[in-house]
């Protein structure tokens, strides 16, 4: 069991619920995702925003985050729902896949910008030794090596080929290891990708998870348009500060547009109230 500190939370409870509770993650950024949980709870569902890492009693960098912290905030939302639902963004499409590959409580999960395998976590210092990104029942999980020695080619870096490189460098072994086991997920899978993505090659790896899951008959909704790339703004979010020291991919307006192309699927898994 893991505690999860109040201030890691933030809940978002729907005047009339719908009974889907949904659990809200973001990625990299290590935020509470406070305005995503607001909306969902505002058409009637129950939502929770997790923070992950970052926070109070947590590590400070994504590094041996144990997926007991997203069950033990199931756990939560379970005494007040009856359907669960995980919703990640990159990093936390990572877990979402993770966890619910590992608890059959999940009923549902809709993975923003995806990756299909596990990925080494960050490190605070150069000479730090290599982990995992996640442990499980207190042992890492199986992930890619990232290449330490990549440089970008330029000061707008493209990570997406920094994460083509380290897979390709870990080789299929590494990479069959690390590989998310989706097919013991056998509820909805919703994939939400850019073909555009700059940060890491989320549109391929929506296709290798359907693949893997299409092979033990089971569903994939994957909703991937070419022009986008990684963010994705929901309708009703407001738009992220465009600034960043890296490539997103996609045009000015790709990450609203994906959004909408998501939200009819996002919608009918959430249960969500209203016609827009």
Known sequence: MVAIADSNLHWA??????????????????????????????RGVTALALRWFGGDAQPVVPCEIPLETFTEAIDMLARECERIVLMGLSYGAEAALLTASVDDR???????????VAWEGQHEHDDDPR?????????PVAFVPLDRAWEPPSTMPA??????????????????????????FRGELVLVAGGDDKVWPSSQAARNIAARRARSGL?????????????IVLPGETPPNPGRAYQVGGDEEAPQRLGA?????????????GDD
């Open 131 to 139: 982990r995992s990104k996640w442990t499980r029942q207190g042992r």
């Open 261 to 273: 192309l998501a939200w009819p699927a996002i919608r009918r898994v959430l249960r969500l109230e």
């Open 106 to 116: 999940v009923d549902a999960v809709v993975a923003l910008a995806p990756t299909d």
């Open 159 to 184: 990570f997406v080929e920094f994460y083509e490189h380290s897979r390709a460098l870990a080789g299929s072994d590494a990479v069959e290891a690390a590989t998310i086991p989706v097919e013991k």
């Open 13 to 42: 409870r729907a005047e009339h619920a719908n009974g889907t509770g949904v659990l809200v993650m973001a990625g990299s950024s290590g935020r509470l995702d406070v305005g995503r949980a607001d909306l969902f709870a505002s």
């Open 219 to 231: 569903v994939t909704f994957v909703i991937d348009d070419p022009s986008c790339g990684h963010p």
